[in-house]
């Protein structure tokens, strides 16, 4: 076995100052001799490993107490105590055995072997040990960082306090959870300004200039309990303002510009207990009334708040506004649906649970038949009937069976009958061309079971005529009012006595009373207050029957059923009007007043007033008729157009409140 031997030297000495002696501790090297280190180089040792890989020997100084360092008592332990052996003389000799111990593990033997392999001193090889102790001993007790501030606030760990700022600041805490914002050089908080705060529970924006306040400014501020948002700008507020907020207790809106308040604005907030809202200048109208119905029914304590506006309500408390001082409801007509193509009348009829409307368009030679479609909620094509001059297509059902008259300018006139089992309409019979010339109007009624339809002619030669269903067909059963040009006709079934009113452009309209003696319509008198009338119908309000009446030259006349005649209640603008029509919706009473020369009015009936006031106009040109027709849950105006499109409006409720 061949052998090496290093010539032990002294060990050089470390300078010390010559006023004080360097005192002897654990932590500096003793002086004496060097090490004496014996290799053996015989037998080639395994890759990592090593049976004998060296031994170190060294003399202990006399007098010399040795520091001992319990293993396990402080961190770096072992490597203090190698390093005591190596320097103290005892020597350090590697144990025996087949692996290394556990990962990350530094022993004496494999420092020691590392330093013979690198031809290192014993006293680099210590010094190296215990520099990496004590730099996992300093890492260790190094204090934590000093939380990130904007320089425009002032922080602590859980806490800002930020002025001047430019925005809302980004790179605080994470474990803030109290942020004041004073004087803030910006006046509109972005959606999710505060979303990085997610710890968030104290949040002061009091004395700024905020303007504006997003949608979910707030969002993910799941742990804020108090807000306070006091002495800005702010004169309005989103409905989700506050939406996410579940665990909000108090909120001030205190010293701001607000009016108004959106309907449930305050409904996220399950748990609020405190709501200010002072210093406001509220408009105490129908948006504030849904507060003053919150009020009533919440648990939130709200300091007093006072309305600014209308006079009638300045200086009031909210709290104590009554109710039924607010009129929050109203009414529009909007449009629904446009049919792209003219008419002159419109006639909705049910026919085996379906709804269906029937048009005439002259322009088009025909009667057009739509269909209500319940699922798109739309009128739809559904079958035509041939007819080149028809002013006028009037469904009947009788006894199941579909009939539709078609009165033609030109042509003549005829009855159609549905045939279920073609899915078709067929040709049932033609009208005394001789009787109906120049046919105007169309009215269908039932009297004593029995089943008429009346055609208006406004021929100089024609006769308005009445026509009876028997068995399979319509039979002429009366002429009535010969030689007049009749416009229109009112079937009117009052008090028992039905009646059939006649409106002419020449003379006074002329009303009818059935005669169950004689099955047949006897003249009863004149209207008397109107000398012409292009359109003739009627309503009731409460117990009291009024009559409309169109007139293209002069104003149109409401009157009112006195018992024996009829007296003039008011009088409407109406030049170059030849349709008119009134209608109730939803308890509601409308009259639609046609012109070809001005808008369509739309006037709503003033029960106090016992009069039609002006409620709308609709951009409907030279209408010829306006019929209502409910469809579902749907209220719909149809407006036939002479010279443009047929229009559709929707009947909707408006509640000014919400």
Known sequence: MATGALSPAPPPRRPQPAHSPAPQSASTPPSGPRLRLRVSRSTPEPSGLSERA???????????????????????????????????????????????????????????????????????????????????????????????????????????????SKAVPRNLPSEVISLTLVNAAFSEIQDGAFSHLPLLQFLLLNSNKFTLIGDNAFTGLSHLQYLFIENNDIWALSKFTFRGLKSLTHLSLANNNLQTLPRDIFRPLDILSDLDLRGNALNCDCKVKWLVEWLTHTNTTVAPIYCASPPRFQEHKVQDLPLREFDCITTDFVLYQTLAFPAVSAEPFLYSSDLYLALAQPGASACTVLKWDYVERQLRDYDRIPAPSAVHCKPMVVDSQLYVVVAQLFGGSYIYHWDPNTTRFTKLQDIDPQRVRKPN????????????????????????????????????????????????????????????????????????????????????????????????????????????????????????????????????????????QPFLVGGRRYLALGSDFSFTQIYQWDEGRQKFVRFQELAVQAPRAFCYMPAGDAQLLLAPSFKGQTLVYRHVVVDLSA
């Open 54 to 164: 060296g031994e170190v020997t060294q003399p202990e100084p006399k007098g010399r107490k040795r520091p001992l360092h319990p293993v396990g008592k402080r961190p770096c332990a072992a490597a203090a105590q190698r390093w005591h052996r190596a320097w103290g003389g005892t020597a350090c000799k590697e144990r025996r055995g087949a692996g290394l111990r556990a990962a990350g593990k530094i022993t004496c033997n494999g420092m020691v072997g590392l330093g013979v392999r690198r031809g290192l001193g014993p006293g680099l090889l210590a010094l190296s040990m215990l520099g990496f102790c004590l730099i996992l001993q300093v890492s260790a007790k190094r204090p934590p960082k000093t939380p990130p501030c904007p320089p425009s606030c002032s922080c602590t760990r859980d806490t800002a306090f930020c002025v001047d």
């Open 441 to 580: 109007d169309l009215e269908a009624f039932r009297i004593d079971g029995d089943w008429y339809f009346a055609v208006a002619d406004s021929s100089k030669a024609g006769a308005t005529s009445l026509y009876r269903w028997h068995q399979n067909g319509f039979y002429s059963h009366q002429a009535l009012h010969a030689w007049h040009r009749d416009t229109d006709l009112e079937f009117v079934d009052g008090e028992g006595k039905p009646r059939l009113i006649v409106s002419s452009s020449s003379q006074a309209p002329v009303i009818y009373q059935w005669s169950r003696t004689q099955k047949q319509f006897v003249a009863q008198g004149e209207v008397t207050q109107v000398p012409d009338a292009q359109a003739v119908k009627h309503f009731r309000a409460g117990r009291d029957s009024y009559l409309c009446l169109s007139r293209y030259i002069g104003d149109s006349k409401i009157l009112r059923w006195e018992g024996t005649r009829f007296s003039e209640v008011q009088a409407l603008p109406s030049r170059g009007s030849l349709a008119l």
